[in-house]
T-cell receptor, first 113, second 112 residues
C-alpha cells in the first residue's frame, strides 16, 4: 500500500544553517504531496503542497519539489531560525487509490541560537 | 475568527465509559476529518466526511463513530473507551477532499 518515509529525528541545527528533511513515498496512483508543521502544544498547519511531478511548493522560506523519478519530496530551507523549531510531517493523498491522506511519522527539528 | 474548535482540551475516562469529542468549524469547509496522534506513529486518519450526511472510514476506525448532520459540526464518539484509545485527537477541515488545511488544537484523552 501507499506509504511515506521520513528521516528520523531529532535534527539539531544552529541558527542560519541550511535545512533538509528527507521524505520519500510509495504510491500506486497519482499522489498529491504535503508538508505540515506542528509547533509545541498546537495542531498541525499545512506548510506547502505539490499536486504533480516537478511542481515546487513553497511557503515561509521553505521549499519542496515533487520528484517522481526518485519518489521524493524533500523539505529545504536556506537559513533556519529558532522559531522554526517544530515537528515536520510529510504526507500524501493518492487520488488513484482511495484518496485517503497518509502521514509520515514526523521529524523533530531543534534550532539552537 | 475561531477556525476549528475542539472541546474538551483534556479528558480522563475509565475503561468502558463513553464520550463525544466535539469539533466545530466556521469556515464552511466541506471536508472534515479526525486523527489520532501517538508517539512515533505520526497522525492516523480515523474517520472523515466530504459533506453533511456523508462519512467514511479512515485507517483506524474501530471503536469510533462519527456523524455529520451539519456542515459546521463533526463529533467523534467513543462508545466504550479502552486504554488503547489513549491518545491526542485532532480534528481538521479543508476545502478539498483529503487535503486538511486547518487543524484544531487537539484533545488529550487518557483512558484508565
Amino acid at each position: 500500500g501507499d506509504s511515506v518515509t521520513q528521516m528520523e529525528g531529532p535534527v539539531t541545527l544552529s541558527e542560519e544553517a541550511f535545512l533538509t528533511i528527507n521524505c520519500t513515498y510509495t504510491a500506486t496512483g497519482y499522489p498529491s504531496l504535503f508538508w505540515y508543521v506542528q509547533y509545541p502544544g498546537e495542531g498541525l498547519q499545512l506548510l506547502l503542497k505539490a499536486t504533480k511531478a516537478d511542481d515546487k511548493g513553497s511557503n515561509k522560506g521553505f521549499e519542496a519539489t515533487y520528484r517522481k523519478e526518485t519518489t521524493s519530496f524533500h523539505l529545504e530551507k536556506g537559513s533556519v531560525q529558532v522559531s522554526d523549531s517544530a515537528v515536520y510531517f510529510c504526507a500524501l493523498s493518492d487520488r488513484g487509490r482511495d484518496d485517503k491522506i497518509i502521514f509520515g511519522k514526523g521529524t523533530r527539528l531543534h534550532i539552537l541560537p | 475568527n475561531a477556525g476549528v474548535t475542539q472541546t474538551p482540551k483534556f479528558q480522563v475516562l475509565k475503561t468502558g465509559q463513553s464520550m463525544t469529542l466535539q469539533c466545530a468549524q466556521d469556515m464552511n469547509h466541506e471536508y472534515m476529518s479526525w486523527y489520532r496522534q501517538d508517539p512515533g506513529m505520526g497522525l492516523r486518519l480515523i474517520h472523515y466526511s466530504v459533506g453533511a450526511g456523508i462519512t467514511d472510514q479512515g485507517e483506524v476506525p474501530n471503536g469510533y463513530n462519527v456523524s455529520r448532520s451539519t456542515t459546521e459540526d463533526f463529533p467523534l464518539r467513543l462508545l466504550s473507551a479502552a486504554p488503547s484509545q489513549t491518545s491526542v485527537y485532532f480534528c481538521a477541515t479543508g476545502q478539498e477532499s483529503n487535503q486538511p488545511q486547518h487543524f484544531g488544537d487537539g484533545t488529550r484523552l487518557s483512558i484508565l
